[in-house]
């Protein structure tokens, strides 16, 4: 066989297997949605905090449920648009083992055991994780809403032993 019968039976054994990847039926994707001025802008500050927890005596928890001190921190909204009602916060992050309403610290070589961290509302109230909390009402153009919080560390009901007790939490804001 000569080397162009060759090269044309190669060239429609490609088309034949070519067109037959193309044979697929044509489909239609629809998207909807709208744009809305129902939301505010997190405020760079607010965007990654840190809260310090200092350091905490392992003898302050001698049972589950047991707590430090709270310790405060904020969400700083800016720019709320004027469709903007009501936020709330849904904090998730690593789940405590055995209290998953907590923030389970960060397992690493000399990291503390038996303690988790409490997300609490501006009342102290408890946030358990990935559910909202309780609303704030918003205004139309709202320039600046400051969301207070608080952090603590709970004993989950282990035994409590000291090293680094550090976690990390994403946070949502819901608007309604």
């Known amino acids: 066989m000569n080397s162009t019968l060759r090269v044309r039976l190669a060239a ?41 927890m200092g350091s905490v005596s392992s003898k302050q928890f001698a049972r589950a449920g047991d707590g430090s001190r709270y ?18 916060v849904t904090f998730s992050g690593s789940t405590d083992t055995h ?13 503390a055991a038996g303690i988790g961290i409490a ?7 408890l946030i358990p994780l990935n559910q909202a909390s309780a609303g704030t009402a918003l205004l139309p ?9 608080y952090a603590r560390y709970l004993a989950n009901g282990d035994e409590v032993s000291v090293g680094t007790a550090n976690t990390s939490a994403t946070f949502v804001l819901n608007y309604a």
Do not use: M
Request: charged share 20%.
């Open 71 to 88: 310790e405060p921190f904020t969400l700083t909204l800016e720019k709320c648009g004027d469709a903007a009602s009501n936020v709330s």
């Open 141 to 149: 153009h709202q320039a600046q809403v400051i969301l207070a919080f």
């Open 12 to 52: 429609l054994s490609l088309l034949t297997v070519w067109s037959g990847a193309i044979s697929a039926h044509d489909g239609e994707i629809n998207i909807t949605g709208r744009i809305v001025d129902k939301t505010c802008s997190v405020s760079a500050d607010s965007l990654n905090s840190l809260v310090t």
């Open 119 to 125: 997300l609490y509302d501006h009342d102290k109230k």
């Open 99 to 111: 209290n998953s309403d907590l923030l389970a610290i960060e397992q690493t070589e000399g990291s």
